[in-house]
């Protein structure tokens, strides 16, 4: 299953709203995650099951969508989201993931 | 807290095999859950190399063919890729993560950067 990302990079202002796109090439019902990768680190999970927000992850990420078409947003961008963002489908192997979102200053 | 630590050799040379380890501590892997490999070229994309159930068979993404062994070692608490015929298209940060019950990964270790040069 290929997961499309869109934009691959996105510009943003601290305080802006951002959504981020995933797109499947087929249906994955709601078996995907969203995960932040800072530079040098490894990725963080943010949201599962399309919108269930991870533990201790703040409440301005957001995930919605089922079947082929999903959103990541952030409702207020901070300094510390700053960072590549990646889907993830886990309905079916191979486990594969899109191939990023770069949101920049 | 679950946690993961990568180990193993920053230089492979090509045609050879690329060994690393991951040492988890806070839960026992014969407990349950998933675990696998994942890695990332420089300034690319994540891909998936494989994942097994704590007592079942491994599942290993077809792209890398019948290059991956994955194996457990549950005395140690710990679990191995190997990865064979390495080319420089095999250079990577390799990381080893925790997965749920139903497959996305929960928790990650730090990774580590396998160069493949001669």
Request: aromatic fraction near 14%.
């Amino acid at each position: 299953i290929q997961l499309t990302q869109s934009p691959s990079f996105l510009s943003a202002s601290v305080g802006d709203r951002v959504t981020i796109t995933c797109r499947a090439s087929q249906g994955i019902s709601s078996y995907l995650a969203w995960y932040q990768q800072e530079p040098g680190k490894a990725p963080k999970l943010l949201i599962y099951a399309a919108s269930t927000l991870q533990s201790g992850v703040p409440s301005r990420f957001s995930g919605s969508g089922s079947g082929t078409e999903f959103t990541l947003t952030i409702s207020s961008l901070q300094p510390e989201d700053f960072a590549t963002y990646y889907c993830q489908q886990f309905n079916s192997y191979p486990l594969t993931f899109g191939g990023g979102t770069k949101v920049e200053i | 807290q679950v946690q993961l630590q990568e180990s193993g050799p920053g230089l492979v040379k090509p045609s050879e095999t690329l060994s690393l380890t991951c040492t988890v501590s806070g839960y026992s892997i014969s407990s349950g859950y998933y675990w696998g490999w994942i890695r990332q070229p420089p300034g690319q994309g994540l891909e998936w190399i494989g994942s097994f159930y704590h007592s079942g068979s491994p599942y290993q993404n077809t792209s890398l063919k019948s290059r991956v062994t994955i194996s457990v070692d549950t005395s140690k608490n710990q679990f191995s890729l190997k990865l064979s015929s390495v080319t420089a298209a095999d250079t990577a940060v390799y990381y080893c993560a925790k997965l749920s019950l139903t497959l996305y990964f929960d928790y990650w270790g730090q990774g580590t950067l396998v160069t493949v040069s001669s």
